[in-house]
């Protein structure tokens, strides 16, 4: 069975999209796309880095605008702001369910280039993890 799912952050350049790829390379059974309610002009260079590190390749991603899915219908919208430090999108489209798995962001790191790095592929593991359990719970109709 099909699932649509929607990944909402704010600039789409570095968590959505890391979760977008993870969730695509989980299974074939997923219909997975990414937004921001405002999209940076391109994905971040790093998220790009160590997505690769780990075999999946986002270079011809593209930030894209929330309101380019507003007319679709989605099994779920993701959001994946940290909360605490951004104020979450909403998405006034038609969803089943709406959750929210926050994470920190990696482009607000600072330091050295290994420092920022470091951000990046902690938040890169923390959301191949927590999205592996989501696939592998919605893959079971939990």
């Keep these: 069975m099909n699932q649509s799912i929607l990944i909402l952050c ?3 350049s570095c968590r959505s999209q890391m979760a977008e790829a993870f ?10 796309f990414s937004a921001g309610t405002r999209p940076a002009p391109a994905v971040h260079p790093s998220a790009i880095k160590v997505m690769r590190e780990v075999g999946i390749d986002i270079a011809t991603h593209r930030p894209k605008l929330v ?3 507003l007319s679709q219908r ?3 919208i ?3 702001c ?6 979450c999108p909403v998405f006034t489209g038609k969803v089943k369910h709406r959750l929210h798995i926050g994470f920190d962001d990696p482009a607000a790191a600072t330091g050295s280039d290994e420092e920022v790095l470091a951000v990046f592929r902690r938040v890169r593991d923390e959301i191949g993890e927590r999205f592996r359990q989501f696939a ?3 893959s079971k109709g939990a």
Excluded: K, M
């Design 10 to 12: 704010t600039g789409n």
């Design 23 to 32: 969730l695509r390379s989980f299974s074939q059974g997923f219909e997975v």
């Design 67 to 69: 309101d380019e899915f």
């Design 74 to 76: 989605f099994d779920y």
């Design 78 to 80: 993701i959001t994946v």
């Design 82 to 87: 940290d909360g605490a430090r951004e104020s």
């Design 136 to 138: 592998d719970e919605i």
